[in-house]
């Protein structure tokens, strides 16, 4: 078939293209808390001291965190981030600085039993 008509609600084995969504935010507090289930690209502007956290969210799925300063800044990482170095990289602390953190969610957490975000990091877009 090249086509068909209706809404589709029954058609199976058909790929479907899902577009990306971003959630917007501003952190500026002790933990700030990503919401994997709402979002794939999560774009925050972070001031003063910050630890980002996660919640939900489903396995192998890829997502990304865009933080940019807002004035001078201290950026950290729950343990649910797993580096490739085994420490989270340090963020810079300037104002206005950009940097990317792309991970993939390698376990959700239940009671228990820790989630795991394989993340990696591209720092200093200024």
């Known amino acids: 078939a090249t086509s068909f008509s209706g809404d589709g609600a029954n058609l199976t084995n058909v790929s ?9 935010s501003t952190a500026a507090g002790i933990v700030s808390t990503l919401a994997l289930s709402s979002a794939q690209d999560h774009k925050v502007t972070v001031s ?10 489903s396995e192998g799925d890829s997502h990304t965190l865009r933080i940019t300063n807002s004035g001078i800044t201290t950026v ?39 989630t795991q975000l394989l993340a990696g990091a591209s720092l200093n877009f200024s």
């Open 16 to 24: 479907a293209t899902a577009a990306i969504t971003t959630s917007f």
């Open 76 to 114: 950290g990482f729950s343990t649910y981030f797993l580096f490739p170095s085994g420490s989270a990289p340090s963020i810079p602390t300037t104002d206005g600085t950009v940097s990317l953190i792309s991970f993939t969610v390698h376990r959700v957490g239940t009671p228990g039993i820790a």
């Open 48 to 57: 003063g001291i910050s630890t980002f956290t996660c919640n939900g969210g």
